[in-house]
């Protein structure tokens, strides 16, 4: 029986590295089950599609448009004809039953001998991005590895134009190559039909097929829920016995044998995990430890990777009830609380400097030895340190940096959650906690799809969105705070 051909294209390898489920899902799985993809991933396709525009537009290049045969038999006659920029080209190559596609953003001529001459062609991708990711490096190896069958010579000197428009070299090695084949040989057995393990990380939410994953998991009972258990440890639990989140729940884990990428204390947690998921209730591991001053400061910082800005510091304010240290700074006070939400913004990516002073002018107004601040996760002490030294700082930003008190530890060390994830948002939305985001939305990734909006379009009540998403973010930290103090006085 003759084997279907199967095309392999470059986004799978995007794909594969979010959830290797949705290569499976969008083979064999009912598209009406199928979600949507999330507006910043669309948002990015659109933004990487305006970047790359904006670059060609400075170049002569030789465009091939539309779909199908005519787009391959151009590009080749394109490339006998020796143009120096082909843009948008359609290469090919078949082997065994793979038929191998891509759409290098350039082709660029180079010196050199292939099939063609004393010339041959180099893959160029234009990503909105500042570096090379791995998937960068798949694609454009395939690419490589595709104009080698075409020009009987393998270009080694790729690269991509990056958000810059910096063009960052890649040198094609063996190395690349057969981490690239190695890659796809993976994605073709889902395709074949073998259906990956189960596993759920933060990255498959980004996948439109994410609640179809964890709805196998819940229905498995499947230890993949088991929160910030490594993956690659997963297949030796399985081997070992433990397939459910019921087998590691009543498992003598002295008896386990050793798991590689699992520590003593990784697997004790992960087995108090698992009975917090089956009895659905909290398990208490120690007495939350949590310093107290008179002036308590919730912070949540948004930004945006792909421009590489901090646009937005947000504060909840409790302890002043005179508000005397909201003289500099937005602020929203109410009429039930003394507590007030301030916040300093970055309305163009440019501004991000002048946010920072105006910053700095307020931490030193915060009184010495006499406040502490609350956040979650480690990014609001990572991004302050770094705009410190890229802005400047001082005996008070430092102050303000020691001052830090990261509840995400203090969570870590003291309870688990019958929860899949421990972001923020899980935790506090939890029955547990049962706090309320404003917009249904909420999120830090829609934050960035909002703010990328926002320069867009000047939408005021995108903004708004934005500035509401975060002081939802800053109340939350201090709902979580008290939450964990009334268990403390419990206990």
């Known amino acids: 029986m003759k084997q279907k051909t199967i095309t392999f294209t470059p986004s799978l390898f995007f794909q594969y590295a979010t959830c290797p489920h949705w290569i499976w899902h969008d083979k064999f799985t009912d598209p009406k089950d199928k979600g949507e993809v999330p507006e910043l991933t669309q948002k990015l396709l659109e933004q990487g599609v305006l970047h790359e525009e904006e670059f060609i537009s400075k170049y002569n290049v030789s465009e091939v448009t539309g779909q199908g045969e005519a787009v391959y038999q151009a590009t080749l006659a394109l490339m006998k004809k020796g143009e120096k920029y082909i843009y948008q080209g359609a290469i090919r190559m078949k082997k065994d039953n793979i038929s191998y596609h891509g759409r290098p953003d350039l082709l660029v001529k180079k010196p050199g001998n292939s099939k063609f001459g004393n010339y041959y062609y180099t893959p160029i991708d234009i990503k909105n991005s500042q570096d090379i990711k791995p998937t960068h490096i798949y694609q454009l190896t395939l690419y490589a590895k595709i104009l080698e069958s075409i020009q009987n010579y393998l270009p080694t000197d790729a690269g991509i134009i990056n958000s810059e428009q910096e063009k960052i070299e890649l040198e094609i090695t063996e190395t690349n190559i057969a981490e690239t084949l190695q890659k796809a040989d993976e994605i073709i057995s889902i395709m074949e039909g073998k259906k990956p393990p189960l596993k759920l990380v933060s990255k498959c939410k980004a996948s439109p097929w994410f609640n179809q994953c964890v709805e196998e998991s819940e229905k498995k009972k499947d230890i993949s829920l088991i929160y910030k258990l ?54 208490w591991l120690d007495n939350p430890q949590i310093p107290s001053a008179p002036l308590k400061i919730y912070f949540d910082i948004e930004g945006d990777p792909l421009l590489q800005v901090e646009y937005l510091f947000g504060f909840w304010v409790s302890g002043d009830k005179e508000k005397k240290y909201a003289k500099i700074g937005n602020v929203r006070t109410y009429a039930d609380t003394d507590n007030y939400y301030l916040y300093f913004l970055a309305p163009k990516p440019e501004d991000e400097e002048l946010m920072w002073n105006e910053l700095h002018k307020w931490i030193k107004l915060l009184p010495k030895d006499k406040y502490l601040v609350y956040h979650f996760a480690d990014y609001e002490r990572t991004k302050t340190n770094h705009l410190s030294e890229m802005y400047g700082s001082s005996s008070n930003v430092d102050k303000f940096l020691d001052s830090l008190i990261d509840l995400y530890k203090v969570v870590q060390k003291s309870v688990v959650f019958p929860l899949y994830f421990y972001s923020i948002k899980d935790i506090a939305k939890s029955p547990f906690l049962n706090y309320k985001w404003r917009h249904p939305k909420a999120g830090g990734a829609q934050s960035i799809f909002w703010y990328e909006k926002w320069l867009e379009t000047q939408d005021t009540k995108v903004l708004n969105d934005i500035i509401s998403y975060n002081e939802d973010d800053v109340i939350a930290t201090e709902y979580l705070h008290n939450w964990l103090l009334e268990h403390k006085q419990k206990m």
């Open 230 to 283: 490594d993956s690659r440890s997963l297949t030796m639990l399985r081997e070992n016995g433990i397939n459910t989140i019921h087998d590691l729940a009543r498992a003598d884990i002295t008896k386990i044998p050793k798991i590689p990428f699992l520590s003593e204390k990784s697997l004790l947690r992960a087995n108090i995990q698992a009975q917090s998921l089956v009895e659905n209730k909290v398990k």
